[in-house]
């Protein structure tokens, strides 16, 4: 399954080309990257005769809602560990574990103390003590097999066509796939979604290719965090190219470029691609939170 490249008719100054991959149209559940990096994962799975996939997120989480979705698909058991004890009274109240619930995955609340465990080998033993055996795919879905796939978002076109490529970065495992594959002409920017300049140390032990940057100037307050100003744009964006963008992540990459392009940063006559990474499904809950609060919501998105 491949997606197509979409070019931003808006203007644009020093003859700069601007693209959008539509990631984002992969699949109608397990979307954008996180198909990319559940593609080898599940290969892995099989191959080892594995009947149970067990990963870790957030309220809202993306990665959550696509494990759900792999394993509805491919017939396996999914256990989602959350963050946040309270959330298991409020799971009609949240869509996106509403619908990984609906696609049969079953979840284990712990407390955010215990959540910061859960690498240690002391939690995940207490894992399989619950569970049994299972498969573990890390938070966020960023391992070894998770960039294989995720190698795989640049055609050979792509590589020969596109000066810079565009992506938002939160575990490092996207940017890393398109570090691999890219050319050494070919300049890749990370865009983070969070707070703090670790990413680019968690990168490093990906690749080997020194093409690439991260800049960490339009995280908007960090992970999750949105402004009236980012908001807007977001509605602004849609309402010009009918491209939805998700607030967390491919939007806030978006708004990076185009200010970067207004800036004066890119060179003349560059061909920018941005990689729409999904997480749409993620507005409703978003836009909830907006509402709570009196706020404009993001006007484009249907479920």
Request: aromatic residues 10%.
């Amino acid at each position: 399954m491949q997606s197509s490249n979409q070019k931003i008719k808006i203007a644009l100054p020093n003859g700069i080309e601007l693209f959008i991959k539509r990631e984002d149209k992969l699949h109608p559940i397990i979307s954008g990257n996180k198909y990319r990096k559940l593609k080898y994962n599940i290969e892995e799975v099989k191959k080892a005769n594995q009947t149970t996939l067990l990963t870790f997120g957030g309220a809202f989480s993306n990665h959550i809602l696509a494990v759900a979705g792999a394993g509805a698909e491919s017939g396996f058991k999914t256990i989602g560990v959350i963050r946040g004890e309270e959330l298991e009274s409020k799971i009609g109240e949240n869509p996106t574990l509403a619908k990984a619930q609906e696609l049969g995955m079953l979840f284990y609340f712990v407390s955010r103390t215990a959540y910061r465990d859960k690498e240690e080998p002391s939690f995940v033993s207490h894992l399989h003590e619950k569970y049994g055996n299972f498969y573990l795919v890390p938070e966020g879905g960023t391992n070894n097999l998770a960039i294989k796939g995720c190698e795989e978002i640049l055609t050979d076109s792509d590589m020969e066509y596109f000066t810079h490529i565009t992506c938002a970065v939160g575990t490092g495992g996207t940017i890393s796939g398109l570090i691999n594959s890219s050319t050494e002409k070919q300049q890749i920017i990370g865009f983070s979604s969070l707070k703090g300049a670790f990413l680019s140390e968690v990168i490093r032990n990906f690749v080997s290719k020194t093409n690439w940057s991260i800049n960490d100037n339009y995280h908007f307050g960090g992970y999750g965090k949105v402004t009236d100003e980012l908001i807007q744009f977001l509605n602004s964006f849609y309402s010009q190219t009918a491209i939805p963008l998700d607030p967390v992540y491919t939007g806030k990459m978006v708004f990076g470029v185009l200010d970067l392009i207004e800036k004066g940063y890119f060179p003349e006559n560059s061909k920018i691609l941005m990689i729409h990474t999904g997480g749409l499904q993620g507005i409703k809950g978003m836009n909830f939170a907006l509402q709570s609060k009196n706020k404009e919501i993001i006007q484009f998105y249907e479920n």
